[in-house]
Structure formats: structure tokens, C-alpha cells
């Protein structure tokens, strides 16, 4: 069974940066995708970006475009989320998610696995 642990999330003032980690464990990710979600108070869950496991093959919301940026550890079995020129509007908890396929796709119920999230805060 897959499991997935985020960190890395806190208070930034806007401008800042931030990188996520997820570490997996008890699988092999081969032929996963996984993804970054967040969801803000009283908001639904929104998409991040998405990552073929194994090819790297990138996609990200427009959102987030330009300001982020999604990899993996193959090695360390860890999945990255690069965060840059933070913004309030970002503050939200951040999710990983995996999927047992390796298409990408930005719809949360398509992802089988989440992690419990880590809290990111912007600060105007």
C-alpha cells in the first residue's frame, strides 16, 4: 500500500517561496502520476500541477504557471512542489494525490491515494 506524507508548508510573506516534499512509501511508482492539489476554507479542491512518475512529463494549473514547479526524486522517492512569488490567494493546505496510471489529469476524484496535507500561509 502507497503512502503519502507532505512537509515543507508554513507562513511566508507574499513574494516568498516555498518548496512542498512528499515522501512515498510501500510501492513502487511505476506506472504512477502523481499531483498537488490544495484546497483553501470554504473553497473546493483545486489542482496544482501533475507529474508522470517515471517520463517527468509536467502540467500545471494556470494558476500556477510560471510560479511553480512540480518534480520528483526518483531515488528518494519523493515528489517536489517549488513555489515561487507567493501570493494571500495561495494560502490553502496542499495535497499530494497518486494515480494508478500514468495519464495525466487535473481531477482530484481520479487520483486513488492523498496524502493529509500540509498547511501553506501567505502573508499580505
Known amino acids: 500500500q502507497v503512502h503519502l506524507e507532505e512537509s515543507g508548508g508554513g507562513l511566508v510573506q507574499a513574494g516568498g517561496s516555498l518548496r512542498l516534499s512528499c515522501a512515498v512509501s510501500?510501492?513502487?511508482?511505476?506506472?504512477?502520476?502523481m499531483a498537488w492539489f490544495r484546497q483553501a476554507p470554504g473553497k473546493e479542491r483545486e489542482f496544482v500541477a501533475a507529474i508522470r512518475w517515471m517520463a517527468g512529463i509536467t502540467f500545471y494549473a494556470d494558476s500556477m504557471k510560471g510560479r511553480s514547479t512540480i518534480s520528483r526524486d526518483n531515488a528518494q522517492n519523493t515528489l517536489y512542489l517549488q513555489m515561487n512569488t507567493l501570493k494571500p490567494e495561495d494560502t490553502a493546505v496542499y495535497y499530494c494525490?497518486?494515480?494508478?496510471?500514468?495519464?495525466?489529469?487535473?481531477?482530484?476524484?481520479?487520483?486513488?491515494?492523498w496524502g493529509q496535507g500540509t498547511q501553506v500561509t501567505v502573508s499580505a
Open positions: 494525490a497518486a494515480r494508478r496510471s500514468p495519464w495525466l489529469t487535473s481531477m482530484a476524484e481520479h487520483f486513488d491515494l
Open positions: 510501500g510501492h513502487t511508482l511505476d506506472p504512477y502520476s
